[in-house]
Structure formats: structure tokens, C-alpha cells
């Protein structure tokens, strides 16, 4: 690894010395080598000992990056009965309605103001499961089990 286009909204010229910081990678530092639309091309001034420990780091965001792509493509559906339950808590049970499902979770919106913690573990209808974010009038969960692949259809009741 001899040179990195970063892409940046940053005012460069070719030649100067640029310093980029990237979470989880670390400084970078380097001569700016060409702009181009989305940024520029810096040729990095890395010692023989960062190389090895960079190019790892790098490797391991582009895994990380790749494995966050193939999990949301699991293909998702809209079934026709969005109707849903939520308990948790005992018997803390809320209204709650299907915006898109695939095997392995859901985002669904939720009729009341109370929203349960994002990591709680809850029921959606008889399939148990977590939440794994908020969203604006509503939770997204992934669930314990996935679906299974034979009853996944538009008709499945929750």
C-alpha cells in the first residue's frame, strides 16, 4: 500500500502534505499526489513498521464493511397482515405494525409512546427477538431464530 484516495470535501492542492485521521485506522499522513472528484490521491509516508499493522486494519474495515451489506440483503417483504403484538416485561404488551420483514428481523412502528430499550429482548407475536435500534416511531429487531424459509411469504402472520 503505497497510496490511498481518500475521499474528503477538503481543499487540497497537488503536492502539499495532508494529515488524515480514520477512526479505527489511525493517522495517515502523505502528499497529495492528484484531486479528483470525490477527494484526491495521497501518497503515504508510512515507515516499514505501520505498513503491515494499516493494511490489516484496512482489510478488517473492508470485511466488516462487506458483512454489514450481506446482511441487509436479505431480501424483505411487506406482508399483507402488518397487524402485530409486542410484549415485553411480563405483561407489557403493545400495538405495532410490520413496515418491511425479512427472515432474520423487522422494522415495525409501534402506536404507543412507550418504546422498549434497544437490546431488550421482546416477543413480536409468537417469534421472540431483540431490539436492535430505534426508529422514528418505531423498532427495528433481529430475531433469535430466523423464519423459516417455507412459510416466508407476502400470507405470513407473526
Known amino acids: 500500500m503505497k497510496s490511498a484516495d481518500i475521499i474528503a470535501n477538503a481543499e487540497v492542492e497537488v503536492g502539499e502534505t495532508a494529515v488524515c485521521f480514520l477512526t479505527n485506522i489511525g493517522i495517515l499522513l502523505g502528499r497529495v499526489t492528484k484531486i479528483t472528484a470525490e477527494g484526491f490521491t495521497l501518497d503515504l509516508y508510512l515507515p516499514e513498521f505501520r505498513r503491515g499493522p494499516v493494511a490489516a486494519r484496512l482489510e478488517w474495515?473492508?470485511?466488516?464493511?462487506?458483512?454489514?451489506v450481506e446482511l441487509r440483503a436479505a431480501p424483505r417483504i411487506v406482508p399483507i397482515h402488518r397487524s402485530v403484538e409486542i410484549k415485553f416485561a411480563q405483561d407489557i404488551v403493545l400495538r405495532g405494525e410490520i413496515l418491511n420483514l425479512s427472515r432474520t428481523g423487522a422494522a415495525i412502528s409501534l402506536s404507543s409512546s412507550t418504546?422498549?430499550?434497544?437490546g431488550t429482548r421482546i416477543k413480536v407475536g409468537v417469534h421472540y427477538a431483540t431490539i436492535v435500534?430505534?426508529?422514528?416511531?418505531?423498532?427495528a429487531v433481529q430475531f433469535c431464530e430466523p423464519l423459516a424459509a417455507n412459510c416466508f411469504d407476502e400470507q405470513i402472520r407473526l
Request: aromatic content about 6%.
Open 133 to 139: 435500534r430505534h426508529l422514528e416511531g418505531g423498532i
Open 61 to 68: 474495515h473492508a470485511r466488516r464493511c462487506a458483512q454489514t
Open 115 to 118: 418504546v422498549p430499550f434497544v
